[in-house]
């Protein structure tokens, strides 16, 4: 079976100050389907976003292999692996990373720039549009409201049309009122474009609207020892 996604044995521990190793993910197996939409929840500090990082390549893994599609990750150089996820691998950060400098269409274009290709404004401004923001193509992150800068950082993340959305925490700035809004915005436009999301949270709003939601603890087998 082939899978979008498929993490196995993944262990990442770091050393503390006293040069004790301080372990923090030991995942056996975690798997997504083309298209799927998974929800991994769990409390802060139970390594979630360690995983996605690993996930997507900025942090290497001691141990384990990450498949994504027929690459495994865990093989590539660092330039190579950078080159791979700018290509294949979209991530919405939970504090955006939008340049204040730039406009909502620039900072949508930038996620172009990895890729070795032509920069395509008319798959920018398309994707600007279907978040509701085509009207604010010309603004700078200043002008535009928390919830806004969110939808620019979604629409950054699918620009290259990647296999693979990876999600930190999405909703954590943004106002309780619009949280599902912005999930729900999220879930269309991956299920538009046929791409796997995982999405990281501790919110039960967030996961509710997911079919498919992983307990954080039974996945990361550091938190099950230390409980």
């Given amino acids: ?18 040069g004790e190793l301080l372990p923090i993910l030991d995942v056996p197996r975690l798997e ?17 976003t360690t995983l996605l990082n690993v996930i997507a390549g900025l942090a290497t893994p001691d141990s384990g ?7 495994d990750l865990t093989r590539l150089p660092e330039a190579a692996r950078d080159q791979f996820r700018a290509r294949h691998i979209g991530f919405v950060f939970q504090t955006f990373n939008l340049l204040a400098g730039f ?15 032509r920069h395509d404004s008319s798959r920018a401004t398309d994707l600007l549009g279907r978040v509701g923001l ?4 010309s603004h700078k992150p200043a002008a535009l409201s928390v919830g806004e800068q969110q939808r620019v950082a979604v629409a ?4 290259n049309r990647p296999t693979l959305l990876l999600a930190d925490e999405p909703t954590a700035n943004i106002d309780p009122a619009h949280q599902a809004q912005v999930i ?18 501790h919110s039960d709003d967030v996961s509710e609207q997911f079919d498919r939601v992983e307990q954080l603890e039974n996945l990361n087998r550091v938190i099950a020892k230390v409980h």
């Fill in 1 to 18: 079976m082939s899978h979008t996604l498929l993490v196995e044995d993944v262990k990442k521990a770091y050393r503390e100050p006293d």
């Fill in 32 to 48: 997504l389907e083309a298209g799927e939409q998974v929800v991994i929840r769990g409390r802060s500090g139970g390594g979630k």
């Fill in 156 to 159: 950054r993340a699918l620009v």
């Fill in 65 to 71: 292999r990450i498949m994504v599609e027929t690459t």
């Fill in 103 to 117: 406009t909502a269409l620039e900072n949508v274009l930038l996620g172009m720039t990895f890729t070795g290709q």
């Fill in 134 to 137: 085509g009207h604010r193509l």
């Fill in 184 to 201: 729900e915005l999220l879930r269309e436009v991956c299920r538009a474009e046929n791409v796997a999301m995982l999405l990281v949270t």
